[in-house]
């Protein structure tokens, strides 16, 4: 285990790195990126030393890897982010385990956590997932529906919308991501003009791995890193 723990603060020093340089490039200070550790592909061993290397943010893609690992890692101060598609069934067991919902991809799931959260006494931070590279096989809203809903998301009040999150297009490399990323950003500025007063659009979370330092140039003020903090350590 030493050698996997020195690894990954290594690593996690190369992707602050990262991170710092590209928001220098963007006119911004590295403190106004978040990194959210993406552990879908790592095991119990290998989140306890991310977190003991500082890194304490982390995201999973499925409720059910969520359920299972949050108990066993009870004692850390981790705050959990679900980052992938959750399924209104699986909503409320999700929501006390959770500091945020990245992937809010529907009315129907904004209506269910609202229910869940008021019925548990909470309020739920969450992201509204946008699609904003038309590929069918991605959930989230497009454009225009979200523009359309805006003014009802005012009206949940155990919900807390902090922003808009995205995944680029699967094929056409970082120019293509560059896209994706700045239309999120734009889409972002023109709603901000008609958000109901409940209703906030600071966060940007987009890119991972392979395209996370375009994402920050264009705006990201949240990145979903897995591989590039686990190379070396996880197969």
Do not use: Y
Not at 138 to 152: M, Q, V, Y
Not at 183 to 197: F, I, K, M, Q
Not at 214 to 233: N, P, W
Request: aromatic share 4%; glycine share 10%; net charge neutral.
């Amino acid at each position: 285990m030493p050698d996997v723990a020195h690894r990954i603060r290594e690593n996690l020093a190369k992707v602050q790195g990262r991170i710092a340089e590209a928001a220098g490039r963007s006119g911004r200070p590295a403190d106004r990126v978040t990194l959210v550790a993406v552990t879908k592909f790592v095991g119990e061993p290998e989140i306890r030393a991310l977190v003991a290397a500082g890194c304490t943010i982390l995201g999973e893609n499925r409720p059910q890897q969520l359920w299972e690992k949050a108990p066993r890692l009870a004692g850390l101060p981790i705050r959990w982010h679900l980052i992938g598609h959750l399924q209104r069934n699986k909503a409320r067991r999700t929501l006390p385990l959770v500091a945020m919902i990245e992937s809010v991809d529907g009315p129907e799931l904004v209506a269910a956590l609202d229910r869940h959260a008021a019925e548990l006494g909470v309020s739920v931070p969450i992201l509204i997932e946008v699609n904003v590279s038309g590929d069918l096989a991605k959930h989230g809203f497009t454009a225009e529906s979200i523009a359309r809903f805006l003014p009802d998301l005012g009206n949940f009040g155990h919900v807390d919308v902090r922003g808009l999150m995205c995944m680029a297009s699967l094929e056409g490399g970082p120019d293509v991501a560059r896209r994706d990323f700045s239309r999120l950003r734009e889409l972002r500025d023109r709603l901000c003009a008609e958000c109901p007063d409940r209703v906030r659009l600071d966060e940007l979370s987009m890119g991972m791995s392979g395209d996370f330092e375009v994402a920050i140039e264009e705006g990201a003020t949240m990145v979903r890193v897995g591989s590039a903090l686990f190379e070396g350590v996880a197969a």
